[in-house]
């Protein structure tokens, strides 16, 4: 069974920092990334790491996310840092090989 866990979201002033987790299981994915939704918007990318390490950022967090893997644990994490209220979502893990799957995702608020 194919399973994504998100885990490290929370709450946090602006300027700070959290570092948000995915542990994968049941597939080694090709491309493994981050997407968020906030109320009453679409989901969108934030971020997405390849097997080879190969990264892509949405320009709203460049200079400001990383995102990075360790294949040998199947995990994925963003670390964010300098947040705004506007990267306030449900962020959620995505992993893609054969198919399309998803995390239940974890909730980040950044107060003003």
């Known amino acids: 069974q194919v399973q994504l866990v998100e885990s490290g979201g929370g709450l946090v002033q602006a300027g700070g920092s959290l570092k948000l987790s995915c542990k994968a299981s049941?597939?080694?994915?090709?491309?493994m990334g981050w997407y968020r939704q906030a109320p009453g918007k679409q989901r969108e990318l934030v971020a997405t790491i390849t097997l080879r390490g190969t990264t892509d950022y949405a320009d709203s967090v460049k200079g400001r996310f990383t995102i990075s893997r360790d294949n040998a644990k199947n995990t994925v994490d963003l670390q964010m840092n300098s947040l705004k209220p506007e990267d306030t979502a449900v962020y959620y893990c995505?992993?893609?090989?054969?198919?399309?799957?998803w995390g239940k995702g974890t909730l980040v608020t950044v107060s003003s």
């Open positions: 995505n992993g893609r090989s054969v198919g399309v799957y």
């Open positions: 049941g597939s080694i994915f090709v491309i």
